[in-house]
């Protein structure tokens, strides 16, 4: 572990018992399942990022102006 930081995470009840069968289950620690959620979470705020940036020059369409043509075409 070295190289690695201690920290102290609080869960409720029901997910942590859940989070101890499935490292039980899957021959994983607490920790590696914990890591690897965040990790995906990170990934996916990477892509995302990315993907804003990509459409940054893309014209924008107001949602006032989606909520008008909605109320317009009865909609709303």
Do not use: C, H, W
Not at 52 to 74: S, T
């Amino acid at each position: 572990m070295a190289g690695e930081t201690r920290t102290t995470i609080y869960f409720q009840p029901k997910v942590y018992r859940a989070l101890k069968v499935k490292a039980a289950t899957s021959d994983r620690s607490l920790s590696e399942l914990v890591n690897a959620a965040v990790i995906a979470t990170l990934r996916e705020d990477l892509l995302d990022l990315e993907a804003f940036e990509k459409r940054r020059k893309e014209a924008v369409r107001p949602f006032e102006k989606v909520l008008e043509d909605l109320k317009r075409d009865g909609l709303l």
